[in-house]
């Protein structure tokens, strides 16, 4: 998997000491999510990052939901739930990455205008309910033949590289290897979406990836939950 890497917008000129101020005085660091849905794909994803101190009035949300708002819809079935989700998390604020761009942000990369996240405290966002009701859905048809799988999780993977899209990891709690239900599940998922959807499928163990799903991510109500 990738590295996030996002552009900062309006923090030209900025000193670092003076940026770590305004976040303290209740400053945010927030960027947008935009869907662009050409009829046979889905395209998802996030702007680059504003800082928006305490009464000052935000505007960065409306272009990328008028974009959502008039490209978004097109894609069958995932358009219309990507954009629903979009505009949503615009109409709410934003996605506030204050305390991922201050774990990796210093000099060098305010002055050039851009930040690798090398050190991610929020990897996943909450997947839409559609797409947890057709994963639970491939999950469950799947299941059945094998009596391994305890538990299920489903995340949304942000913290992609650039040009990369965000793309659902489903983790698997289960005592047996999961190459036979990885493959069992991708077919099942396909009858849902079309090909060219990404998702990683990851075991529940103590890797950090697997932590942060668990912290992160929807545990699914499935035939074994």
Sequence with gaps: MGTMSYRLANLRG???EQLKRDVSEGAKLVTYAYTISPLAFTLRNVTAVYMVKPGEKDHHWVIPTIVTGI?????IPNGFMNALSSIRTNLSGGLDVTTDVLANLDEDALNSGRIEIQVATNLFHAPTER?????TKAVNSTIPYYASIQEVYLGLFMNTAEGEQPFHVIGVQSDAPLDAFRGSLI?????DYYKHV???????????LAIKLNEQGRLLKTARS
């Excluded at 797409?131 to 994963?135: E, G, M």
């Design 198 to 208: 990404r998702f990683e499928i990851i075991s529940m163990d103590s890797s950090d």
């Design 71 to 75: 490209l978004g819809w097109w894609s």
């Design 131 to 135: 797409n947890i009701t057709l994963v």
């Design 187 to 191: 077919t099942n998922l396909r009858k």
């Design 14 to 16: 900025v000193a670092l």
